[in-house]
C-alpha cells in the first residue's frame, strides 16, 4: 500500500468535511484514486471543474502518483 | 514578480516598484471588495488560496504577460485572509514604453489570474449566511 496526502481546498472541503486526509492505497493514479475518495461522500462535485495537482504542480487526471505524494483537489479559482 | 499579501496591499510600494525610466506608460487595476454580488449583500469575504501553486502560477502568468506585451515590468500582489468591504483584493501594474502595451498586458495578467491561479472566495452575506463563490460569467 501506498501512502498519499490529500489536500482539499474551496467548496471541496466541505464536500469532504476537512482540508486534509492521509490515505493508504493501490491506486496508480489520480483519477482512480479520486473515484476511491468518492465513496466518502454523497454530494458528488462535477468532475470536469476540479484541477488536479501533485506535489504543488498542475497534473493531468491520468498522472500517475506514487507513495508520499500531496495530491491535491481544486474547485474552479474564484479570486480577483 | 506575483505575491499574496495577509495584510492590506501597499499599492504606493507597489507602483513605485513598477515605474522605471525606460517606461512612459502605467497602468494599474485595483480590484475592490464591494458590498454586493449576485443579488445578495455581502458583509466580509476570505480569501483562501493554495499558497505554493498560486505563487507558480501566478509568476508564470507574469512571464507570459513579459513574453507577450512590449512592457517592461509587471507586478500583481492578491490578498488571502479576511477583507471587509473597500478593501483591495487585487493589484496589477505595469510599465512600458507606450500605452496600448500597458493596457493589454494589464488586462491580460488580471483575467489570466482571475481564472487560473488557486484562490478562492468566499462570502459572508448580510442574512447571516456564506458560502464559496462560484467563477462568476466574464464582466469585462
Known sequence: ???????????????????????????TDIESLYEELLTQVTDIPHKESIKVAINDEFVEWNSVISDQDTIAFLPPASGG | MFRLSETTIDDSDLKTQTLNPSSGGFVCFEGWVRNNNQGKDVQKLAYEAYPKL???????????????FDIKKALCTHRVGLLTIGDMAVWVGVSAAHRDAAFKACRYILDEVKSRVPIWKN????????GWVEQEEDKN
Open chain 2, 54 to 68: 498560486a505563487i507558480k502560477e501566478g509568476n508564470k502568468i507574469i512571464a507570459e504577460a513579459l513574453e507577450k
Open chain 1, 1 to 27: 500500500m501506498k501512502k498519499f496526502e490529500i489536500l482539499f481546498f474551496g467548496k471541496l472541503k466541505e464536500t469532504w468535511n476537512t482540508n486534509k486526509l492521509v490515505i493508504e492505497s493501490n491506486c
Open chain 2, 123 to 130: 462570502e459572508s452575506w448580510s442574512d447571516g449566511e456564506s
